[in-house]
């Protein structure tokens, strides 16, 4: 059987602005000026560039101080896109999860910078949830989604460790303290159904649906 190479990664080259003698490298379209052209201390800075822009998903490391959360996201989905996989390939489930729980999070603070985002906005991120009809559970679920985001804004030097450590501060709703509605209680399966795969399990098997149906 045939086997298909994989493609293989272009790494952009190691350039020299004539004019200067500097070295530059192009990443997504911008230039990285890495120091005099042919020294050991730049090829050294050039192999540190490339291996953080890899690294980052062939994504040029942004600035903390400006960055917004729309970015935060439009990067960290290059990272989920490729972790969040079964052995198969296939995405998992958690990939809709996530978009699910980032929408109120972007819809609110989408075009705010990210290294402002604190508690509050947390909260209000959080309150919105409610409002908008999402059960307890679902909202502390994905609250710790949105926290998760900001540790992997911090561990890629994108956020400062600021940011998610006051983030964590803020606690998910607890029952009967918080307006947020309760998931249904899960009732027992109805006898008939039981009574009907009785013909087609072992003894065991039917002594322990009934005790738990009990």
């Given amino acids: 059987?045939?086997?298909?190479?994989?493609?293989?990664?272009?790494?952009?080259?190691l350039r020299r602005h004539k004019a200067t003698g500097q070295a530059y490298v192009v990443l997504n379209g911008r230039a990285i000026y890495l120091g005099v052209y042919g020294t050991e201390e730049t090829t050294e800075n050039y192999h540190k560039s490339i291996a953080e822009w890899l690294s980052c998903?062939?994504?040029?490391?942004?600035?903390?101080?400006?960055?917004?959360?729309?970015?935060?996201?439009?990067?960290?989905?290059?990272?989920?896109?490729?972790?969040?996989?079964?052995?198969?390939?296939?995405?998992?489930s958690e990939l809709d999860s996530l978009r699910y729980a980032f929408r109120p999070l972007f819809s609110l603070?989408?075009?705010?910078?990210?290294?402002?985002?604190?508690?509050r906005c947390l909260r209000a991120v959080q309150q919105n949830?409610?409002?908008?009809?999402?059960?307890r559970n679902n909202v502390n679920r994905d609250?710790?989604?949105?926290?998760?985001?900001?540790?992997?804004?911090?561990?890629?030097?994108f956020l400062p460790t600021s940011v998610y450590h006051a983030l964590v501060t803020v606690p998910g709703l607890r029952k009967g303290r918080s307006e947020a509605r309760e998931t249904e209680p899960t009732k027992p399966v109805p006898q008939e159904y039981i009574?009907?795969?009785?013909?087609?399990?072992?003894?065991?098997?039917?002594t322990r649906a009934i005790q738990e149906n009990i």
């Fill in 57 to 92: 998903g062939k994504q040029v490391a942004a600035q903390g101080d400006n960055i917004k959360l729309n970015e935060i996201l439009a990067r960290f989905w290059v990272h989920a896109e490729s972790y969040y996989r079964s052995p198969d390939g296939t995405p998992t």
């Fill in 195 to 206: 009574d009907a795969i009785k013909p087609f399990v072992s003894r065991h098997m039917w």
């Fill in 129 to 135: 949830m409610v409002e908008i009809g999402w059960c």
């Fill in 1 to 13: 059987m045939k086997t298909v190479d994989s493609p293989k990664i272009q790494t952009p080259k």
């Fill in 109 to 119: 603070y989408g075009n705010s910078a990210a290294a402002s985002f604190g508690p």
């Fill in 143 to 157: 609250l710790s989604r949105i926290k998760m985001l900001f540790k992997w804004a911090v561990s890629q030097e």
